[in-house]
């Protein structure tokens, strides 16, 4: 079965600072991925996703994740945090062939003024 | 402009109540799902459908019905059987031509409170 894990349930950055939410991945064939951001009380919202087109994603809101096989990872990055980009955020997996994804637990993002 | 919809947004219950959450895409999509989402648990997926009047269990299926009857809608019932119904739920929906890889969109979710 996919399952997917996010390491740390909580990260807290300045603003401006480089943000790093790290997701894993479980899957003896390389699955399609995905990063979403939710909002307080509010649905998710798709930033990007991996379908073995090419290994760096680029997303909205200047996300960008790159899908490493042999790391069996797929890390979501921004440059510079800023104070809007504090939601939370999860990974998902979906095999070849799947029609349900599997979520992480989700990694709540703090930015500092 | 489409998207999904679900209503209401705040739902009281209380214990030993039915209750019956609306989720409607106008989206054209195929396929529709249910999660419901606690704190630190990320989403947990209860019911999904990929073609009316059909449908499967997720992981959490247990106190919970559904029905596919319109393309365009997928009611979740929260049965009396469901021991702790406080959560969030969240309706999504997407398009299967094409492959696994389509996103899920989702609505804005429905938080239920059982008094």
């Known amino acids: 079965a996919q399952s997917v894990t996010q390491l740390g349930s909580h990260v807290s950055v300045s603003e401006g600072a480089l943000v790093l939410l790290r997701c894993n991945y479980s899957?003896?064939?390389?699955?399609?991925l995905f990063w979403y951001v939710q909002y307080p009380n509010q649905g998710l919202q798709l930033l990007l996703k991996y379908t073995s087109a090419a290994t760096l994603v680029k997303g909205i809101n200047g996300f960008e994740a790159e899908f490493k096989k042999s790391e069996t990872s797929f890390h979501l990055t921004k440059p510079s945090a800023h104070m809007s980009d504090a939601a939370e955020y999860f990974c998902a997996v979906t095999p070849a062939g799947g029609s349900r994804l599997t979520f992480g637990e989700g990694t709540q993002l703090t930015v500092n003024p | 402009d489409g998207g999904i919809t679900q209503s209401p947004k705040y739902l009281f219950r209380k214990e030993g109540q039915n209750v019956t959450l609306s989720c409607e895409q106008n989206?054209?999509?195929?396929?529709m799902y249910w999660y419901r989402q606690d704190p630190g648990q990320g989403l947990r997926l209860i019911y999904y459908s990929q073609i009316v009047n059909d449908f499967q269990k997720g992981d959490i299926a247990e106190g919970y019905s559904v029905s596919r009857e319109k393309k365009e809608s997928f009611p979740l019932t929260v049965t009396s059987a469901q021991k702790n119904p406080t959560a969030f739920y969240l309706c999504?929906?997407?398009?299967?031509?094409?492959?696994?890889?389509?996103?899920?969109?989702f609505g804005p979710g429905t938080r239920l409170t059982v008094l």
């Open positions: 989206l054209n999509h195929d396929a």
């Open positions: 899957s003896s064939v390389p699955p399609y």
């Open positions: 999504a929906s997407r398009i299967l031509a094409g492959g696994p890889h389509n996103e899920q969109f």
